[in-house]
């Protein structure tokens, strides 16, 4: 168990320090610790089960797997005690032993499996397990088969792969290659119909599957991708990862030895002095390397291809590989557009000539040397210039320009042009001449000869060199080449110690002639070939070599075949029908009625509404679900009466063409509808036409619009503006030729008239013009736009409809229409000679007569926003809808607060002190309790909306019967603009004066002007 955990640690190391994961983890050689290290040697103490080829690399996946046959061949009968031709095994022969992994072919060992010879045709079939391409197996046959079947059909899924025949039936090993690759899990063998031993015999069928890491059609090939982890495709060796450094071709099978190995040139070229952006992507020197660098971009301008110097005489490019090699195939890139004359190239491997060309080569060349040539040096060279024959231009104009070169090598253990055909050494260990398969060190492996050892033993020959001669082997049979062990015992059809009588199942005076169809298999008389017991069921005649005629089966010929497919017969043995039942009828034997089917001779069809229900076999009856759409009658076998169809027959045909009738079951008609008649079933009018007969017209609908089949009212909504039962006439608003003019805002949203456009009533107040159309200018309103606007706020204008500006009053006016003319206000200070309460009056001088107020009410602007024309798709105008808007607080009357604010009209400007009344007395007393009370108020007032200066509510204006309504008194000074902080201090603003001697730095009086 140690050893064993060593051994796999060390494996691991090694593939990690090799990188070959490709072959160490898939190394299947029989002692795998002493050969799987040297991978990618050949295994030559063979491989493990399953696994073939000389590097185990080829994976039987047949191996194992579960099989079976046309029943099973039992010998117990023939087995005799003490005698020298006796097999070594008796018993069944069943499918499994041909899967066995043992490929001995000695019949007598016990390794082949046989089919029971009694059926017509016998079949042995494999399962893989999983699904294989599949593209060719071998077939190991019994070496004494007494008579081998003259087909063998072979299938991969019922897909034929050969049928095998001729010569290649009689071999030991047959060697099957499919027409085409096919997809498959089973893979099934079977004798043909016609053939007269139907018997198999097989001591074993491989298919072979390239291990991973391998590929070719004999998985000859070992992957060399990029990435080497990655499984490279059996078939063609591609790697989507590309090939792995130094390999090439569409495989990556073909090693350049070139890659990165050290170059030489007479001179470098550099165009570093005159590269221009616009034609190049590199700018530089061209050194040696560059032709060994991997690219083969022949595009100059990017920067992969060597030049020499220029005006030199001596031209050449060399190559140091490192160590020896045996060359014989290059290829040279040469850029796209050269302009420099190849002609006269020669290609040297250590100054011996490979190649010289006489003619210029084209931008890419294959080079094949007269000779392999073994040396470390390859040089390419130019004649010296001008001594070339054909060579022109001057002494600057030879030079070498080389984007790649590319020297060819095969792979380990492989040689030929195309590295295709396998060293066959005596050491396993030794690699062949690369080029002639030649093994100098160890000679060919035993069984093999020849300069490439690739030609097997002659007849009677084996072992090394092929200088030992077979044994005496039974009917002078040969030996296997590579031990001398005799590979055949009697001759064909012979058997006994002298191979002096006739196997069984032959007869005749040289045993050439086959038995019939004996009894249970038993034998014939060896003379005359009679059958002892009579024939097997499905042969007649004297020697039981006739089959039974078609339509005939069983002992004696004496049973009738049952309905098979016409001309398809029975098996002449069992009577089961070698292709289908016919039409109608199921059984082994073909002789029951198939579902669906009824009736006799099982030929009438189950007509059932749903599919799936099986009809009565007698009536043909479907109780369940009822006839099929178009069918009647008790056994649904009847047609729909004329101008019926569907289910039950239920419903009636359309019109047809002719009074043809309609399809009883889908009620189309067979060729056109009747005139007048249109519709799938040809029961609804053409367009345009109405009534039973479909032979009246409808009236004039909108866009042509169809109209009801049965009444002829019209079906289709009138046109976008039309309205009226017939759509002739304009809708409210639209006028024109096609009602597609929106009319003005007429008076009272009149309708104007529908063919000139103009208002009888004259225009909506706010609009004017001749088709009301055109809306007052900024500074009028009202009817015909005969009212100016009041003092608006510039540039805001009045409402087009009330005049009510859409804004505020210009400074000094108010009112509705902003047409009053304020008072001018001013302020003075008395002294209070009871408390430091400093009480204020108010004093006003009208100039204009203001409107008198409502002390529960508040004098409001009202902005009216005017109709405006909106056009919508169906037509329609949604007139304006009236606004309200507040104005600022009333000069008398209650506050919002609750208390009252008194102002005095005067024409004076200040009361002295002195001049005093009682009832200025009476009103300073008056005021002291108000101001008391103005204080209470103004700390509960600061104390919860100290945010909000006096001036936000002047600035928000919305008001509500009377009462101010505060929206969001928290963080915005509507004054100013600016936000406010949470908790103060308040933006620094002009010391108004305020209510009973309390101090707002934000509160400005309404009645007050900015400017005081």
């Known amino acids: 168990m140690k050893s064993n955990i060593l051994y796999l640690f060390a494996v691991i190391v090694f593939t990690l320090h090799r990188g070959q994961s490709q072959g160490t983890f898939n190394c299947h050689c029989a002692e795998v610790e002493k050969e799987c290290f040297t991978f990618p040697t050949p295994c030559s103490s063979g491989c493990q089960s399953g696994w073939d080829g000389p590097f185990c690399q080829l994976h039987n996946v047949a191996y194992n797997r579960s099989a079976s046959q046309s029943g099973v061949y039992v010998d117990t009968s023939d087995c005799v005690p ?193 590269c221009s952006t616009t034609s190049t992507t590199y700018c530089g020197p061209r050194p040696a390397s560059l032709a060994v660098d991997g690219s083969t971009d022949q595009d100059f301008r990017h920067g992969s291809c060597s030049h020499t110097a220029l005006g030199r005489t001596i031209t050449s490019w060399d190559l140091s590989l490192g160590s020896l090699h045996q060359i014989y195939r290059m290829k040279i890139y040469f850029p796209q ?93 030794e690699v062949c001449d690369k080029m002639t398969g030649e093994c100098p060190r160890t000679g060919c492996s035993a069984g093999w000869m020849g300069t490439d050892c690739q030609t097997e033993c002659l ?73 002892p017991d009579g024939c097997d069921p499905g042969w007649q005649g004297a020697l039981c070599q006739q089959e039974c005629p078609d339509g005939r089966y069983g002992m004696d010929c004496s049973k009738v075949c049952g309905h098979c497919v016409d001309p398809t017969p029975c098996d002449k043995l069992t009577g089961f029908c070698l ?91 067979p060729d056109t509808c009747a005139a007048g008649f249109a519709g799938k079933d040809c029961s609804e009018c053409l367009t345009g036409l109405y009534g039973v007969n479909c032979d009246q017209t409808c009236p004039g609908c909108a866009g042509n619009g169809s109209c009801n089949r049965n009444n002829g009212s019209c079906s289709t909504p009138c046109p976008a503006h039309y309205t009226g039962a017939n759509c002739d006439r ?73 005049g009510f500006c859409l804004g505020e009053c210009a400074h000094g006016w108010s009112g509705d229409l902003c047409d009053n003319k304020q008072p001018t206000t001013r302020t003075y200070q008395e002294p209070t000679p009871l408390s430091s309460t400093t009480v204020t009056y108010t004093h006003t001088t009208a100039t204009t007569k203001t409107p008198a107020t409502s002390s529960t009410s508040t004098i409001s602007r009202h902005s009216t926003t005017a109709k405006r024309h909106d056009q919508t798709s169906q037509g329609y105008r949604p007139h304006g809808h009236t606004q309200h808007k507040t104005d600022q607080p009333p000069t008398q009357g209650p506050t919002s607060d609750g208390h009252s604010r008194h102002s005095r009209t ?30 209470l108020h103004s700390f509960i007032f600061i104390r919860y909306s100290r945010r909000r200066p006096c001036g936000w509510l002047k600035g928000r204006r919305k008001h509500t019967y009377g009462r101010d309504r505060i929206e969001s008194p928290e963080d915005f000074d509507f004054t100013s603009g600016t936000e406010l902080p949470k908790y103060g201090p308040f933006p620094d603003t002009k010391q108004k004066a305020g209510t009973a001697g309390i101090t707002n730095p934000n509160y400005i009086p309404d009645s007050v002007s900015p400017d005081v």
């Open 82 to 274: 003490d005698t020298q031709d006796v097999q070594s095994f008796c018993g069944a022969h069943g499918a499994q032993l041909a899967v066995d992994g043992s490929d001995d072919t000695n019949y007598w060992h016990g390794s082949c499996s046989v089919t029971d010879t009694s059926n017509q045709s016998a079949w042995w079939r494999l399962d893989l397990g999983a699904t294989y391409n599949i593209s060719s197996l071998q077939i190991y046959q019994a070496n004494h088969v007494p008579l081998p079947p003259r087909y063998i059909e072979v299938f991969v899924n019922g897909q034929e792969c050969y049928n095998v025949t001729g010569s290649d039936i009689s071999s030991t090993i047959i060697h099957v290659t499919c027409h085409q690759t096919l997809l498959g899990s089973t893979l099934t063998l079977r004798t043909s119909s016609i053939d007269t031993v139907p018997s198999l015999t097989l001591c074993e069928v491989k298919i072979f599957q390239c291990s991973d890491f391998w590929f070719g059609n004999k998985c000859q090939y070992k992957c060399h991708c990029k990435d080497e982890l990655e499984v490279c495709d059996k078939l063609s060796g591609a790697c989507t990862s590309q090939c792995a450094e130094a390999w090439t071709g569409t495989g990556c099978q073909t090693h350049n030895m070139a890659l990165n190995k050290t170059a030489h040139q007479e001179g470098t070229w550099s165009d570093a002095s005159n």
């Open 337 to 429: 557009k050269d302009i420099y004359s190849t002609v006269g190239l020669k290609v040297t491997v250590d100054g011996a000539v490979c190649y010289v060309s006489n003619t210029s080569l084209p931008t890419i060349a294959d080079i094949t040397c007269r000779q392999p040539l073994r040396g470390v040096f390859v040089s390419i060279n130019l004649p010296p210039f001008p001594t070339s024959p054909g060579v022109t231009g001057g002494p600057i104009d030879r030079v070498l320009v080389l984007c790649e070169v590319l020297i060819y090598e095969c792979d380990e253990f492989w040689f030929g042009a195309n590295c295709s055909q396998l060293c066959r050494c005596q050491n396993t260990s």
């Open 459 to 531: 007849a009677g020959l084996y072992g090394v060199k092929c200088d030992q001669s077979c044994p005496g082997c039974p009917g002078n049979g040969s030996c296997n080449r590579n031990n001398g062990s005799c590979s055949t015992l009697c001759p064909a059809h012979y058997t006994g110690a002298n191979c002096d009588r006739c196997h069984d199942d032959w007869y005749g005076p040289s045993c050439q002639l086959p038995c019939g169809e004996c009894r249970n298999d038993g034998p014939c008389n060896t003379t005359t070939g009679l059958c």
């Open 579 to 669: 292709d289908e039942c016919a039409h109608g009828w199921s059984g082994d034997l073909c002789d029951k009625c198939d579902d669906f089917w009824f009736g006799a001779n099982c030929s009438q069809l189950c007509r059932c509404q749903n599919t799936s229900e099986v009809c009565d076999k007698m009536t043909g009856e479907c109780p369940r679900t009822g006839c099929s759409a178009g069918w009647m009658g008790t056994d649904c076998q009847t047609v729909c009466p004329n101008s019926t169809f569907g289910l039950n027959c239920s419903s009636n045909c359309g019109m047809c063409a002719d009074n043809v009738t309609c399809d009883h079951v889908t009620g189309t008609c």
């Open 730 to 802: 304009c809708h409210d608003d639209w006028y024109g030729s096609s009602c597609q003019l929106p009319c003005g805002e007429c008076r009272n949203d009149s309708p104007c008239n529908t063919t000139t456009g103009l208002c009888p009533d004259g225009c909506d107040p706010g609009w004017q013009g001749a088709l009301c159309q055109q809306e007052c200018p900024d500074d009028r309103y009202g009817v015909d736009c005969s009212k100016v606007c009041g003092h608006c706020v510039d540039p805001t204008p009045c409402d087009k409809l009330t």
């Open 906 to 935: 005067d024409k004076s400007d200040h009361y002295s002190a002195d001049q005093l009344s009682e009832g200025a007395v009476a009103a300073i007393v008056v005021s002291c309790v108000l101001a008391l009370c103005i204080v």
